[in-house]
């Protein structure tokens, strides 16, 4: 099986479907924001604080070309990874690349739900955060519109939406 790695905005469920995919496939699951954290021993926060974002995305690239060297994983990146270097086309001619493509009204609303805390929310109603993840979406989706796989959560069941994510996620890929 070639590697898998998800992308796509916050709240799309990258970690949550490929921790779900990872088990229904026996393969292990990384998440690069928590790589980083561990290699690190910082929070991407910290990280960002000490290095700014230009420090921040050298050291997701170089742990990003580290990971996606794995065999057999899946993988669930930040929403900017595939947007900086050369990173999609890098993701692309190692794994199979799945994007959790999401509305902007369905990403506020899973932020707005989400356990963590994330300081992009903090104090915005749910009409700015809407609007703020749509020009971010409109940023990013030349990148995220290269995966090799488009999955549009926005039409998965919403009972059982895990489930029917690996369930396509699958299919799409042939895995």
Request: proline content about 2%; charged content about 25%; some cysteine.
């Amino acid at each position: 099986m070639k590697s898998i790695i998800l992308i796509g905005y916050m709240g799309a469920g990258k970690t949550t479907i490929g921790h779900a995919l990872a088990k229904n496939l026996g393969v292990q699951f990384y998440d690069l924001d928590w790589y980083i954290e561990m290699r690190f021993h910082k929070t991407v926060a910290q990280i960002f604080e000490e290095r700014g974002e230009e420090g921040f995305r050298e050291i997701e690239r170089n742990m990003l070309h580290e990971v996606a060297e794995f065999e057999n994983v899946i993988i669930s990146c930040g929403g900017g990874t595939p947007c900086f270097f050369d990173n999609i086309d890098y993701m692309n001619s190692l794994c199979d690349t799945i994007y959790l493509k999401a509305s902007a009204e369905v990403l506020a609303a899973h932020l707005k739900m989400g356990k963590v805390v994330r300081p992009l929310i903090l104090g915005k109603s749910e009409e700015e955060l809407t609007d703020y993840i749509q020009g971010m979406l409109d940023q990013r989706e030349p990148y995220y519109m290269k995966a090799k796989h488009i999955i549009n959560v926005d039409l998965l069941n919403s009972r059982e939406k895990v489930a029917d994510s690996v369930r396509v996620l699958r299919e799409a890929t042939g895995i």
